[in-house]
């Protein structure tokens, strides 16, 4: 705990911050995310594409996921391992952008580089080489409906983009966004036969989500104890930041 912190300002920091609850629908996209993970490196990798509604918990079980395969330093080579790479799709499909965003995730910033370094096609050459050191096994895309904001030819270059990363690198791809993703990715055949689809459906008044509410209320440091109770939210369909 930091100096000047009490341990009541610890105590909301914790209930302000994410908390994780693996309820199982959460736990199902984990387990298949961790078996694509680990498979053996092929022609054609496993793909995924997990869509819902805003809320849902698609970015939560993207960190979560993110957090167990962490980059990990290896002093006999001197590379820090890199097996899952996480980053949100740009605003809109711009190549540039997109690979500028990667040097940064993984500590190579551009502005080490020329300005002639930073054209499209020497960035991409630069990449595909930072992360084939990195010993990488999944790019996952976030927010992958942003696509939606380019034109179509912007659209398809940018799923050629990814469908090109992962065909040089043997590296799974896992793309998450709203419903309107599936459209997104739909946009190139060859891409959307190699991504299964699926789907996280809105919460219901179900025993999962009486299971769910009261996992959430047990995982809180409240002071004092909560009234809240299944009953008074049976009509929520779904919770955002779970």
Aim: aromatic share 4%; with cysteine; charged share 25%.
């Amino acid at each position: 705990m930091r100096a000047g912190t009490t341990e009541e300002d610890g105590r909301i920091a914790l209930i302000q911050s994410d908390i994780w609850i693996g309820f199982p629908r959460a736990e199902q996209v984990l387990d298949r995310l961790q078996g694509m993970i680990e498979a053996p490196r092929q022609t054609r990798m496993p793909g995924l594409l997990v869509h819902g509604a805003s809320g849902i918990g698609k970015t939560m079980i993207a960190r979560n996921l993110s957090r167990k395969y962490a980059p990990e330093y290896d002093p006999a080579s001197g590379i820090t391992r890199t097996p899952l790479l996480l980053l949100q799709a740009p605003p809109a499909p711009d190549e540039r952008r997109f690979y500028l965003h990667i040097l940064a995730a993984v500590g190579a910033p551009a502005t080490a580089l020329s300005a002639r370094a930073q054209n499209v096609a020497s960035l991409e050459v630069r990449v595909i080489a930072l992360l084939r050191d990195l010993g990488l096994r999944m790019i996952m895309i976030d927010e992958v409906h942003n696509l939606l904001a380019g034109t179509h030819r912007e659209q398809r270059r940018f799923l050629n983009v990814l469908r090109y990363l992962s065909n040089e690198l043997e590296v799974s791809l896992v793309c998450l966004g709203v419903s309107e993703a599936v459209d997104a990715i739909r946009g190139d055949i060859q891409l959307a036969r190699r991504l299964d689809e699926h789907h996280l459906p809105n919460w219901r008044d179900d025993a999962e989500f009486s299971d769910m509410i009261q996992t959430l209320i047990a995982a809180m440091p409240l002071e004092k104890k909560s009234n809240l109770n299944v009953n008074r939210h049976a009509k929520l369909t779904h919770l955002g930041g779970l």
